[in-house]
Nanobody
Framework: QVQLVESGGGLVQAGGSLRLSCAASGRTDSSYVMAWFRQAPGKERDFVAAISWSGENTYYADSVKGRFTISRDNAKNTVDLRMNSLKPEDTAVYYC????????????????WGKGTQVTVSS
């Protein structure tokens, strides 16, 4: 079992920045792919970004490419999402997820989930 806890959400004006962090505990000895998803009210949960176990490989949803950066620190068991140039359409609950399949943008490919952190971007 892996437990994931997100932090760092909040209210920010359009154009601003936020950094989300995900702390993992439990069976963190496995080589998990880590990802961030988000879910806006009334919408499906969408993929945002993912990072491989080594941190050498990352990929992003087109909607956030060039604005968001995912990173991880395996020594600290943390995964961060740096969000710049935020837009009102980035408003959502952001979830951290862990899985063992590289390259998937689908939520069913991830086994463990945090409870989410709210990000609200005002215009």
């Amino acid at each position: 079992q892996v437990q994931l806890v997100e932090s760092g959400g909040g209210l920010v004006q359009a154009g601003g920045s936020l950094r989300l962090s995900c702390a993992a505990s439990g069976r963190t000895d496995s080589s998990y792919v880590m990802a961030w998803f988000r879910q806006a009210p009334g919408k499906e949960r969408d993929f945002v970004a993912a990072i491989s176990w080594s941190g050498e490989n990352t990929y992003y949803a087109d909607s956030v490419k060039g604005r968001f950066t995912i990173s991880r620190d395996n020594a600290k068991n943390t995964v961060d999402l740096r969000m710049n140039s935020l837009k009102p359409e980035d408003t959502a609950v952001y979830y951290c997820a862990a899985g063992q399949i590289w390259g998937s943008r689908y939520s069913y490919a991830y086994t463990y989930w945090g409870k989410g952190t709210q990000v609200t971007v005002s215009s």
